[in-house]
């Protein structure tokens, strides 16, 4: 019997795939309504996505299969769901992500922020996570966690063997020195280390003049045992300092992403999936209007998720973390480990000036394309009767002069480095070999998978029942029912991806919010952001994974830390939503583009 389940076990995926769409079959045999066979397909999805069976990818292609052979669509209507202009928007943002890390512009960045923060403990995490949620707002999660966490572990590396040889050097000093109170290693010590020397030394006493060889024999015996704790107190303060250092880095890196449109997958599905279910909301979400309020929301989460991380590795004693006074040697040396890094990035490149330049003008048309208080450029010269010029138009205007633009300055006569003519010209920026290696394509797949359910969803009229059952809810207030969705998204998405938790959620959050008529957003916008908040498993995101290999945690240290702090980020998105984003949004009031009244 053990040999079998053995061998179950090792088979237990190829025994999901044949199994799972056996035992649900009965689903639309019994019940052959169009509602009942999306519901099948929609339930067979969500079950092949939690378990991973066979990649995301794969699994976001079945509606391609299984919509034109259960008649609930044609093959040519759903096809097209699989490339939509938020798609192109992703694909824009990228592009433009996978340029700043070629030419590691993102590094530069990072350094010269941590220069500027300095190394005492708790500026060095406050630079650290900054830093790190900056660069992920841009940049995907997983790269900037991948950047920033060898820095982390060089930088924490310096300061305790810095600490280590200042500790060494007092010690044979105050051994040369018999134990002088006057001499200079003594002095040096620590307070705490002086006063245990001083108990030591009395605790010793004897005659000196009959009894010195004893003396000398106790006092170096003294000596060894006090040095030994020292380094063991040393290191398990190094050891969770570069815990708290390592958590720092992949929760600000999950958090930063959450401020931007394009900062992680979530986001842009929000904005399909609401342009998809209500067509006529008049662009309510964009690059500017999310930044508006995911932005305040994540400063928030970031600084609450210092201050968790603070009070678990480093205590509350703020002016010792701070090291209020003068820089210590260490402090210097591991300081200069970081000088020495940025030094050998060279001057900025022609290359990076150009990325750089790029990357700023995006933003700012981004921002200045529909501003919301003032009519944007794109209305102004284009989008006066429809919407013709989107976020993804300007996405992939700016992305494609990475591949117009030569990676350096063109000069005539350009010689190569042995003084012969160069025959060729210089590369792009970006070249599609580079793309092609560096692009997630899944995630396009993933994407139009999402697109399709919904669309499936509405077609079928499985959304319009799903709302009719859900009415009941109207008796709920609609803050509850926001922080308990809220809740039970967070902890979907530990054991699942944030990208398949939306893709499922989000269709039924939208039919939900119609049918007891609350603003769609009040409950989509929170439990989108709740599905990047996947704090407690190394498993539950790439930046987990990587913190858990390189920080020796383990998963009861993460488990701890993320615990809390999935219960700070729900609470944070839903003071965000009940305040500046009903602002924003007019959240209070059940909006006419929202009312799906008719029978698709």
């Known amino acids: 019997m053990a040999g079998f389940f053995t061998w179950f076990w090792r088979y237990r995926n190829y025994a999901v795939i044949v199994l799972t769409p056996l035992l649900l079959l009965p689903l639309p045999l019994v019940i052959p309504t169009s509602e009942a066979k999306c519901g099948y397909v929609i339930i067979l999805m969500a079950l092949y996505w939690c378990t991973e069976c066979i990649p995301l990818a794969a699994t976001a292609l079945l509606p391609v299969i299984l919509f034109p052979m259960m008649k609930i669509m044609e093959s040519d209507e759903v096809c097209i769901q ?4 938020s798609n192109m928007l992703f694909i824009g943002g990228l592009l433009v992500a996978i340029a700043v890390e070629h030419w590691n512009l993102h590094k530069r960045i990072a350094l010269q922020v941590l220069l500027f923060v300095g190394v005492k403990p708790s500026l060095l995490m406050i630079g650290f996570m900054g830093t790190t949620a900056f660069l992920s707002m841009w940049i995907s999660n997983t790269a900037s966690t991948a950047m920033m966490l060898p820095i982390a572990n060089a930088v924490l590396q310096q300061l305790s063997d810095s600490e280590a040889n200042a500790e060494e050097r007092a010690y044979y000093e105050l051994q040369a020195a018999g134990h002088g109170v006057d001499n200079q290693g003594f002095e040096m010590m620590d307070a705490n280390v002086r006063k245990e020397v001083e108990q030591k030394d009395s605790s010793v006493n004897m005659d000196r003049d009959n009894m010195a060889g004893t003396h000398n024999d106790i006092s170096k015996a003294t000596g060894s045992e006090m040095a030994e704790q020292r380094r063991i107190k040393r290191e398990q303060k190094y050891m ?44 309510i979400i964009n690059f500017a209007s999310w930044f508006g309020f995911a932005f305040p929301n994540m400063i ?146 993933l994407l139009g998978g999402g697109f399709a359910l919904a669309h499936g969803s509405e077609v079928s009229g499985l959304s319009k029942w799903l709302g009719e059952s859900l009415i009941p809810l109207q008796s709920i207030p609609p803050f509850a029912i926001s922080i308990l969705l809220c809740l039970m998204v967070a902890m979907f998405t530990e054991c699942s991806s944030n990208t398949a938790t939306t893709t499922l959620f989000l269709p039924i959050l939208g039919a939900m919010a119609t049918a007891i008529k609350i603003h769609p957003l009040y409950v989509m916008f929170p439990c989108t952001i709740a599905a990047s908040l996947a704090f407690m498993l190394p498993v539950a995101t790439p930046p987990n994974a990587i913190a858990f290999s390189y920080g020796n945690l383990k998963v009861m240290d993460m488990a701890k830390a993320g615990f809390i702090l999935n219960f700070v980020g729900v609470l944070t998105i839903n003071i965000g939503i009940n305040t500046w984003g009903v602002a924003m949004f007019d959240l209070d009031t059940f909006p006419s583009w929202a009312n799906v009244t008719k029978n698709p």
Not at 82 to 85: A, F, G, M, P
Not at 259 to 279: E, S, Y
Not at 368 to 395: C, H, M, Y
């Open 82 to 85: 699989y490339l939509k202009d």
């Open 300 to 445: 928030l989460m970031l600084v609450l998720a210092w201050l968790w991380l603070q009070f678990m590795f480093l205590g509350l004693n703020f002016k010792k973390s701070f090291g209020c006074g003068g820089k210590s040697a260490g402090d210097k040396e591991a300081y200069q480990v970081i000088k020495e890094e940025y030094k050998t990035l060279g001057k900025m490149s022609f290359a990076e000036a150009c990325v750089l330049v790029i990357f700023t003008l995006l933003v700012l048309l981004w921002f200045t394309r529909e501003p919301g208080f003032i009519p944007g450029w794109a209305t102004v010269l284009f989008n006066q009767k429809k919407s013709f010029v989107t976020d993804g138009t300007v996405a992939i205007l700016m992305s494609a002069l990475f591949f117009c633009i030569p990676s350096k300055f063109p000069r005539s006569g350009r010689t190569s480095e042995d003084g012969v003519p160069a025959e060729s010209a210089p590369p792009p920026l970006l070249t599609w070999e580079i793309v092609h290696e560096k692009m997630p394509w899944n995630i396009l797949l």
């Open 240 to 283: 969770k300092l570069t815990k708290g250092m390592s958590l720092c880095v992949c929760y600000a890196a999950s958090i930063g992403g959450t401020a931007t449109l394009t900062g992680t997958t979530p986001n842009v599905i929000l904005k399909g999936q609401i342009d998809k279910l209500f067509p006529e909301n008049g662009g």
